[in-house]
C-alpha cells in the first residue's frame, strides 16, 4: 500500500530511483536504458520465435514500483520477457512517468495496469494473458516510523490468499514466484542447546507464529503468516508455486527506496546478530534469483519448494553498525559481545544450484557496488 509524500520528497525519491536502475545496470547512458533494454528484448523475441512465444513470455509483476519490483522489471526486460506492472495508487503511476523509463504503454515490452492486492477481480484482470506473476507487493507503514503492524501482518496474509487465488482463477496463469522474506524461516520459540556445531537453517525451517506475536515481531510474523497462506491456497491447485525468502534487501539507493521496510526487518537485530542469522542481500542478486527460479520451474529437475537468499551475512557489532548507518538509523547501544559462538548457520545451497546452473542469458555479472 503507498505511502503519501510532498512532491519535492516524491521528485528526489524519483531521481534517486534513476540512478540507482542505471548503476544496477552497470553503468549510466542511454545504453542502459529501458527503452534500449525492451527494443532488444522485443528483437530477441521477434527473431525466429514461433506463433504464440510472446505470449508465452507475458508476465506480471505486482508491486512493480517498489525497490525490488523496479530490479525485477529490469531482470525480467533483460531476459527478454514482456511485462505488466500491476501498479496500486495514481502515485506509483506518476512515479513511472517522471522516471521516463519506457515509452508508451507496450512499447518498450512493459505494460501497466491499476490492480489491487485486495480486490480479486482487479487481479484477475491484470494477471489475465500472463502466463507467470511475480508477487513482490508488501504492506508498508504510512507513518513511516514502526514499519509494520500486528494489524498488517493479518492484511498481507489475506493479500497472498486474494493473489494466488487470482493467480489460478486466471487461465493463462501456470506460475508463481511469491516473495516472502529470511523472517519466516529464523525465529523460535525455543533454540537448541549448544553443540559443537550450530544448527543448519535452511528452506525447511519456519518462524514460529506464537514466538513473533509473543516479541511483536509484526513484519516477520506477517511474512510467515502470508507465505503459509499463500501455500495453503495454491495446495492441490492447477498452480506451480515456489516462494523466495531474501534477507535484508540493500543495494544503490536503498536508504530512501527501502528505509520502512528495512527499519522493520531489523527488530530483533541484535539477537539475529547474536544467533548467526542477521544477513544480507544486493536487490540486483535477489532479483535474479527470482527470474532463474522462474525459468527453472519446468522439466525434469523443476525448482519448487522455499528458497533462502543471501549474500553476507553479518558477523560483528561493526558491521552492524555500518548498516544502520548506511540506512541514516540513529546508533543504538551496540550489542553485547558475544559470549558463544552462533548457534546457527544459515544455508542457501539450495538457491546457489539454481543461480550455478547454465543458462541462456549471459547478463549474469555481479559488480561491486558502493551503498549510500
Same mark, same amino acid.
Given at each position: 500500500?503507498?505511502?503519501?509524500?510532498?512532491?519535492?520528497?516524491?521528485?528526489?525519491?524519483?531521481?534517486?530511483?534513476?540512478?540507482?536502475?542505471?548503476?544496477?545496470?552497470?553503468?549510466?547512458?542511454?545504453?542502459?536504458?529501458?527503452?534500449?533494454?525492451?527494443?532488444?528484448?522485443?528483437?530477441?523475441?521477434?527473431?525466429?520465435?514461433?506463433?504464440?512465444?510472446?505470449?508465452?513470455?507475458?508476465?506480471?509483476?505486482?508491486?512493480?514500483?517498489?525497490?525490488?519490483?523496479?530490479?525485477?522489471?529490469?531482470?525480467?526486460?533483460?531476459?527478454?520477457?514482456?511485462?505488466?506492472?500491476?501498479?496500486?495508487?495514481?502515485?506509483?503511476?506518476?512515479?513511472?512517468?517522471?522516471?521516463?523509463?519506457?515509452?508508451?504503454?507496450?512499447?518498450?515490452?512493459?505494460?501497466?495496469?491499476?490492480?489491487?492486492?485486495?480486490?480479486?477481480?482487479?487481479?484477475?484482470?491484470?494477471?489475465?494473458?500472463?502466463?507467470?506473476?511475480?508477487?513482490?507487493?508488501?504492506?508498508?507503514?504510512?507513518?513511516?516510523?514502526?514499519?509494520?503492524?500486528?494489524?498488517?501482518?493479518?492484511?498481507?496474509?489475506?493479500?497472498?490468499?486474494?493473489?494466488?487465488? =487470482?493467480?489460478? /482463477?486466471?487461465?493463462?496463469?501456470?506460475?508463481? +514466484?511469491?516473495?516472502?522474506?529470511?523472517? &519466516?524461516?529464523?525465529? !523460535? @520459540?525455543?533454540?537448541?542447546?549448544?553443540?559443537?556445531?550450530?544448527?543448519?537453517?535452511?528452506?525447511?525451517?519456519?518462524?514460529?507464529?506464537?514466538?513473533?506475536?509473543?516479541?511483536?515481531?509484526?513484519?516477520?510474523?506477517?511474512?510467515?503468516?502470508?507465505?503459509?497462506?499463500?501455500?495453503?491456497?495454491?495446495?492441490?491447485?492447477?498452480?506451480?508455486?515456489?516462494?523466495?525468502?531474501?534477507?535484508?534487501?540493500?543495494?544503490?539507493?536503498?536508504?530512501?527506496?527501502?528505509?520502512?521496510?528495512?527499519?522493520?526487518?531489523?527488530?530483533?537485530?541484535?539477537?539475529?546478530?547474536?544467533?548467526?542469522?542477521?544477513?544480507?542481500?544486493?536487490?540486483?542478486?535477489?532479483?535474479?534469483?527470482?527470474?532463474?527460479?522462474?525459468?527453472?520451474?519446468?522439466?525434469?529437475?523443476? =525448482?519448487?519448494? /522455499?528458497?533462502?537468499?543471501?549474500?553476507?551475512? +553479518?558477523?560483528?557489532?561493526?558491521?552492524? &553498525?555500518?548498516?544502520? !548507518? @548506511?540506512?541514516?538509523?540513529?546508533?543504538?547501544?551496540?550489542?553485547?559481545?558475544?559470549?558463544?559462538?552462533?548457534?546457527?548457520?544459515?544455508?542457501?545451497?539450495?538457491?546457489?544450484?539454481?543461480?550455478?546452473?547454465?543458462?541462456?542469458?549471459?547478463?549474469?555479472?555481479?559488480?561491486?557496488?558502493?551503498?549510500?
Amino acid at each position: 500500500m503507498g505511502v503519501l509524500r510532498s512532491t519535492q520528497s516524491m521528485a528526489a525519491e524519483v531521481e534517486e530511483m534513476r540512478a540507482a536502475l542505471l548503476l544496477g545496470a552497470g553503468g549510466p547512458g542511454p545504453a542502459w536504458s529501458w527503452r534500449r533494454r525492451g527494443a532488444a528484448a522485443a528483437a530477441k523475441r521477434g527473431a525466429g520465435a514461433e506463433e504464440g512465444a510472446a505470449e508465452a513470455r507475458a508476465v506480471c509483476v505486482t508491486g512493480g514500483i517498489s525497490f525490488l519490483g523496479l530490479a525485477l522489471v529490469d531482470r525480467l526486460l533483460r531476459h527478454g520477457y514482456a511485462v505488466r506492472l500491476a501498479l496500486e495508487t495514481q502515485e506509483d503511476l506518476d512515479k513511472l512517468r517522471e522516471m521516463d523509463l519506457f515509452g508508451e504503454n507496450g512499447r518498450d515490452g512493459v505494460w501497466t495496469i491499476m490492480a489491487n492486492v485486495m480486490d480479486p477481480e482487479s487481479l484477475h484482470r491484470a494477471f489475465d494473458g500472463c502466463v507467470g506473476v511475480f508477487h513482490t507487493s508488501s504492506l508498508v507503514d504510512p507513518g513511516g516510523i514502526s514499519g509494520y503492524t500486528k494489524h498488517m501482518a493479518t492484511l498481507e496474509a489475506k493479500a497472498a490468499e486474494q493473489v494466488v487465488e =487470482a493467480c489460478v /482463477r486466471t487461465e493463462s496463469v501456470r506460475k508463481c +514466484v511469491f516473495t516472502s522474506s529470511l523472517l &519466516a524461516c529464523v525465529w !523460535r @520459540q525455543s533454540y537448541p542447546h549448544r553443540h559443537r556445531f550450530p544448527a543448519t537453517v535452511d528452506e525447511s525451517c519456519w518462524s514460529d507464529e506464537a514466538f513473533c506475536r509473543d516479541k511483536k515481531l509484526w513484519f516477520a510474523l506477517g511474512k510467515t503468516m502470508a507465505e503459509k497462506a499463500a501455500w495453503r491456497a495454491a495446495r492441490g491447485r492447477d498452480l506451480k508455486l515456489v516462494t523466495v525468502c531474501p534477507a535484508l534487501v540493500t543495494g544503490p539507493g536503498f536508504r530512501r527506496r527501502n528505509s520502512t521496510p528495512s527499519i522493520a526487518y531489523l527488530k530483533g537485530a541484535h539477537t539475529m546478530l547474536a544467533e548467526g542469522l542477521l544477513a544480507t542481500a544486493d536487490v540486483e542478486r535477489v532479483a535474479e534469483a527470482h527470474v532463474r527460479v522462474y525459468e527453472a520451474m519446468g522439466g525434469a529437475t523443476a =525448482a519448487g519448494g /522455499r528458497y533462502i537468499c543471501y549474500d553476507h551475512v +553479518v558477523r560483528c557489532a561493526e558491521e552492524f &553498525a555500518q548498516l544502520e !548507518r @548506511q540506512l541514516g538509523l540513529r546508533p543504538r547501544a551496540p550489542p553485547p559481545p558475544a559470549a558463544a559462538p552462533p548457534s546457527f548457520e544459515l544455508c542457501n545451497r539450495k538457491l546457489a544450484r539454481v543461480l550455478s546452473s547454465r543458462r541462456r542469458c549471459t547478463h549474469d555479472a555481479y559488480l561491486p557496488v558502493a551503498y549510500d
